[in-house]
């Protein structure tokens, strides 16, 4: 599975962004999604995840109320929805596909390069 995300960049405090990535993958539908990032100096860390299906999702507490998680199976696609922006959000963003609901990372075996996501203050 190749995953390509995209939608990052500059944003003021308070501000939005749409992440996306496209998955290669015919089957997408069967794999579970998730959002990670990692800021400098710092480890990488959950941001989301959202079921097959796209019933179910879960997020880390640091953006529970802010972002919000949804899937195009269809397009192959997974979208990270983030709102209210603040500047401890600036950090490269992944995704990343797994068979298995799951915050930890190596639940996931499939990964995209990030895209860098920049909140000024």
């Known amino acids: 599975v190749q995953l390509q995300a995209s939608g990052g960049g500059l944003v003021q405090s308070g501000g939005s962004l749409r992440l996306s990535c496209v998955a290669s993958?015919?089957?997408?539908?069967?794999?579970?999604m998730g959002w990670f990032r990692q800021a400098p100096g710092k480890e990488r860390e959950f941001v989301a995840t959202?079921?097959?299906?796209?019933?179910?999702?879960n997020y880390a507490d640091a953006v529970k109320g802010r972002f919000t998680i949804s899937r195009d199976n269809a397009k192959n696609t997974v979208y990270l929805q983030m709102n209210s922006l603040k500047p401890e959000d600036t950090a490269d963003y992944y995704c990343?596909?797994?068979?298995?609901?799951?915050?930890?990372?190596?639940?996931?075996?499939?990964w995209g390069r990030g895209t860098l996501v920049t909140v000024s203050s």
């Open positions: 990343a596909a797994g068979l298995r609901i799951s915050s930890a990372a190596p639940q996931y075996a499939y």
């Open positions: 993958e015919r089957t997408f539908s069967s794999y579970i």
């Open positions: 959202i079921s097959g299906s796209g019933a179910a999702s």
